[in-house]
């Protein structure tokens, strides 16, 4: 028997895996601009960590019928908190040991989150709950958005993160008028 509390404790691993990432892709990039020879493995690995305990998490908690609302709201913030930093991260700081991801990718994230943040808190002010539901096009922005991370932190050329960007863009604007529309039914409802 599979303890009800593991998938919330995957997904706290998860948050708890942000500053170790952090630090790591500061020491190399540290370590690039003093000169010094760098291995972008461990940024890899733990990233990598990342991916996987958010799959792991989401199977555990359907395999087992252990969803619940807390469990998908706390999923989310850990994957907005990782999404966040990481391209943050890439988009302010990359330069010179990853590929640096485009500011306007961090901007449309930026946007979009506060976006669906704005909106869950309304929701919750005039409901006392949100229904949080994860949905086939925030899946696809998060896997590429992953996809694209990993690409940047592997040091992968320009042209193809810039085509990544676009793509993930246009995926996060068409999941976010679902969402805002999810929200004003639940608002309304």
Not at 139 to 153: D, M, N, Q, R
Request: glycine content about 6%.
């Amino acid at each position: 028997m599979v303890p009800r509390w593991l998938p919330n404790a995957i997904s706290m691993l998860r948050i708890a895996l942000v500053p170790l990432w952090v630090g790591l892709a500061f020491d190399a990039r540290a370590r690039t601009m003093a000169g010094r020879e760098v291995d972008v493995l461990p940024v890899m690995l733990v990233l990598i960590l990342l991916g996987a305990s958010d799959v792991i998490d989401g199977t555990i908690a359907r395999h087992f019928q252990l969803t619940s609302n807390l469990g998908a709201t706390l999923d989310a913030v850990a994957d907005k908190l990782a999404q966040v930093t990481m391209v943050t991260w890439l988009a302010w700081f990359a330069w010179p040991v990853f590929t640096p991801l485009p500011v306007w990718l961090w901007g449309a994230l930026l946007l979009r989150d506060l976006l669906l943040s704005t909106g869950w808190v309304t929701v919750w002010r005039r409901r006392g709950a949100v229904e949080v539901e994860h949905r086939w096009h925030g899946k696809a922005a998060s896997l590429l958005l992953f996809a694209l991370v990993l690409a940047a932190t592997a040091r992968a050329p320009e042209l193809p993160i810039l085509v990544g960007s676009a793509v993930v863009v246009a995926i996060m604007i068409l999941g976010t008028a679902a969402y805002l529309r999810e929200g004003w039914r639940q608002l309304k409802g």
